[in-house]
């Protein structure tokens, strides 16, 4: 278990957000590594969410995990790494092919 974030990989609880309508077209990605797929039109934030990944980053301070929150730009707390890139809002950054995303721990 990665001690920046809580939930160890294979004890996630069940996904709090799915889709509505099944992905028609698909957009492929990268979340630490791992490939993942979202709805073209989507940001970065949204496929997460719908991948079931809960902490995208750590605080600077403490290390506590945080997670999307206000889908809308205001609070920040969804930053994360865009394609070697820091301090990305996912909440407002639309999905790419083959884009790589990563957490951000701390201050970039």
Request: aromatic share 6%; proline share 10%; hydrophobic share 40%.
């Amino acid at each position: 278990m990665n001690s920046e974030f809580p939930f160890p990989a294979k004890s996630l609880p069940p996904p709090m957000y799915t889709r509505s309508e099944p992905v028609t077209t698909p957009v492929h990605f990268t979340f630490e590594g791992r490939p993942m797929q979202a709805q073209a039109g989507e940001t970065v934030a949204a496929a997460l969410l719908a991948g079931n990944v809960g902490a995208v980053r750590s605080t600077p301070v403490s290390g506590a995990a945080r997670a999307p929150y206000c889908m809308m730009g205001a609070c920040f707390e969804c930053l994360v790494t865009i394609d070697g890139r820091p301090n990305r809002q996912a909440c407002m950054t639309e999905i790419r092919e083959g884009m790589a995303v990563t957490r951000q721990k701390g201050a970039a």
